[in-house]
């Protein structure tokens, strides 16, 4: 039984602490994220992942922000091939119609007798690598932390 399966079952509440958003909000992107699926696969072809499972991995995800290797290891499938199904659920949702972020501050307007603004801010964070000096590290160092003699070199 995979991810979705198991988090499908789950009651209202728990459902949303789980993937962070209600029941209905997951419904709605499901429903958009299958008719591109269908689309896509229409003239056959290995069909892969499918669109729940993408979803799944998608909101798990943002919603927890494990390291995709991690995940990975958890779904039993490739790094790549969970990155690009995360890729492709958030290019599917956001060309939609329903999803549009442009809309929110039409939705969100404030009463225009106050003359409040309402800011839409997105911090897109991605996995990068940590940055460590490769080169010159004694420059960089000053090896006070530990008892290694200067005369050794690493």
């Keep these: 039984m995979n991810k979705y399966e198991r988090i499908i079952k789950l009651p209202n509440d728990k459902f949303k602490r789980i993937t962070g958003v ?13 008719a591109s699926y269908n689309k896509s696969h229409a003239k056959g072809g290995p069909k892969g992942i499918s669109a729940e499972l993408k979803l799944t991995i998608a909101l ?8 995709m ?8 499938i490739p790094r790549s091939t969970l990155c690009d199904s995360i890729m492709w659920v958030e290019n599917v949702l956001s060309a939609s119609e329903e999803f549009k972020i442009k809309d929110l501050k ?6 225009d007798e106050e003359g409040a603004e309402i800011e839409v801010i997105l911090i897109d964070v991605e996995e990068q690598p940590i ?14 932390k530990n008892n290694i003699p200067p005369n050794i070199k690493s």
């Design 106 to 111: 039409e939705r969100f307007k404030p009463n």
């Design 22 to 34: 209600t029941r209905e909000v997951f419904e709605k992107m499901l429903e958009v994220l299958q």
């Design 60 to 67: 798990e995800y943002w919603r927890e922000y494990r390291s």
């Design 69 to 76: 290797d991690h995940m990975a290891l958890d779904y039993g």
């Design 131 to 144: 940055e460590r000096p490769k080169y010159n590290q004694k420059d960089s160092y000053s090896g006070k």
